[in-house]
């Protein structure tokens, strides 16, 4: 239990000063260059993990493996994160922090629409106050930044959509999350060298310069601003944050319980914001706070009523035993 709740503080911490920290370094290097970086470190410190689950388990990696890792790396690392480096870059920190702690209410839909799982009253509840919380938030009717806000949404959604996809690799080849996570990070960092090599080739470089929308993933660079004087917050980033975050984050799964492990992210809407202000004197507004409050209670609801729900199944089933016994 002592374990777990440090695992938990360690990995809240983590996640909760990532927008900040990426937002620290936006003009320093490209937010697809960012994420190569990150990910691709993040994924080497999650392997020693990695590799001694699977020789703990008597496992090995298939080509089917390796198929659905491409597909999760691309959702995840392309896709996803390429949509949150990009929010962050037009929105602030603590707003993307907030939107993006949404993924697990998203991931609940994908899991209903693409794994038939059913949804309990408690998650429909749970989806409804969210969706409330993140309308707040949003504010449709005075929309500062519509481009940062949608962005942050659709960095949530889409790693929702990854979450579900991971977990029904897990299903498929028996894989445990620090083992897919590291394989994801990897696979999805090897894509995404391939597609930063391909916006430096000429003709490619030409034609994208063309599109207006195109031109920040023009001609991409891999080691710009890579030096000793850039270490520490380089570190930071890619050990700290990508690879200790979700190293942590799944250890906490592995001694508490896929629950618990959840807090970080109910914990996450709530510490980035107050993070935010303290180090680089972001302001939260009445607004937001208002829609953190909903989130928040939002998730918290969904996890109280279905933990509620399993000890009274418990209890019913301790009764039954002893009626029977």
Same mark, same amino acid.
């Given at each position: 239990?002592?374990?777990?709740?440090?695992?938990?503080?360690?990995?809240?911490?983590m996640?909760?000063?990532?927008?900040i920290? @990426?937002?620290?370094?936006?003009?320093?290097?490209?937010?697809?260059?960012?994420?190569?970086?990150?990910?691709? $470190?993040?994924g080497?410190?999650?392997? *020693?993990?990695?590799?001694?689950?699977?020789?703990?388990?008597?496992?090995s990696?298939?080509?089917?493996?390796?198929?659905i890792?491409?597909?999760? #790396?691309f959702l995840?690392?392309?896709?996803?994160?390429?949509?949150?480096?990009?929010a962050?870059?037009?929105?602030? *920190?603590?707003?993307?922090?907030?939107l993006?702690?949404?993924?697990?209410?998203?991931?609940?839909?994908?899991?209903?629409?693409?794994?038939?799982?059913?949804?309990s009253?408690?998650?429909?509840l749970?989806?409804?106050? &969210?969706?409330?919380?993140?309308?707040?938030?949003?504010?449709?009717?005075?929309l500062?930044n519509?481009?940062?806000?949608?962005?942050?949404?659709?960095?949530?959604?889409?790693? #929702?959509?990854?979450?579900?996809?991971?977990?029904? #690799?897990?299903?498929?080849?028996g @894989?445990?999350?620090?083992?897919? &996570?590291?394989?994801?990070?990897?696979?999805?960092?090897?894509?995404?060298?391939v597609?930063?090599?391909?916006?430096?080739?000429? #003709?490619?470089?030409?034609?994208?310069?063309?599109?207006?929308?195109?031109?920040p =993933?023009?001609?991409?660079?891999?080691?710009?601003?890579?030096?000793?004087?850039?270490?520490?917050?380089?570190? =930071?980033?890619?050990?700290?944050?990508?690879?200790?975050?979700?190293? =942590?984050?799944?250890?906490?799964?592995?001694t508490?319980?896929l629950?618990?492990a959840?807090?970080?992210?109910f914990?996450?809407?709530?510490?980035?914001? $107050?993070?935010?202000s303290? @180090?680089?004197?972001?302001?939260?507004?009445?607004?937001?706070?208002?829609?953190?409050?909903?989130?928040?209670?939002?998730? @918290?609801?969904?996890?109280?009523?279905?933990?509620?729900?399993?000890?009274?199944?418990n209890?019913?089933?301790?009764?039954?035993?002893?009626?029977?016994s």
């Amino acid at each position: 239990m002592k374990k777990t709740f440090w695992y938990i503080l360690v990995s809240t911490f983590m996640f909760s000063s990532m927008e900040i920290a @990426l937002k620290s370094v936006g003009n320093l290097y490209n937010p697809i260059q960012l994420n190569f970086i990150r990910f691709l $470190v993040g994924g080497l410190i999650l392997l *020693p993990l990695a590799l001694h689950n699977l020789h703990r388990a008597h496992q090995s990696i298939s080509k089917l493996d390796w198929i659905i890792f491409a597909t999760t #790396g691309f959702l995840c690392v392309i896709v996803s994160m390429t949509l949150y480096q990009l929010a962050i870059m037009y929105d602030k *920190p603590a707003t993307v922090a907030v939107l993006f702690s949404c993924n697990p209410v998203f991931a609940l839909l994908f899991a209903f629409i693409l794994l038939h799982e059913k949804l309990s009253r408690a998650e429909v509840l749970s989806l409804v106050i &969210t969706i409330i919380g993140l309308i707040i938030i949003v504010n449709p009717t005075n929309l500062n930044n519509p481009v940062g806000m949608f962005l942050g949404v659709l960095s949530a959604l889409t790693f #929702g959509l990854y979450s579900v996809v991971s977990r029904l #690799g897990n299903i498929i080849d028996g @894989l445990d999350g620090i083992t897919m &996570t590291a394989f994801t990070f990897i696979a999805g960092s090897i894509e995404l060298f391939v597609m930063i090599l391909l916006t430096n080739v000429k #003709g490619i470089a030409l034609r994208m310069e063309n599109v207006s929308w195109l031109k920040p =993933f023009v001609r991409i660079p891999i080691t710009k601003n890579v030096n000793l004087s850039n270490f520490w917050i380089l570190f =930071f980033i890619s050990v700290c944050v990508t690879g200790g975050g979700f190293a =942590f984050y799944f250890l906490a799964m592995e001694t508490g319980g896929l629950t618990k492990a959840s807090l970080v992210f109910f914990i996450k809407p709530a510490l980035a914001p $107050v993070l935010a202000s303290i @180090l680089i004197h972001e302001k939260i507004t009445l607004t937001m706070t208002i829609g953190i409050i909903v989130i928040i209670l939002g998730s @918290l609801i969904g996890v109280i009523i279905n933990k509620v729900s399993d000890m009274h199944l418990n209890v019913l089933f301790h009764h039954h035993h002893i009626s029977h016994s």
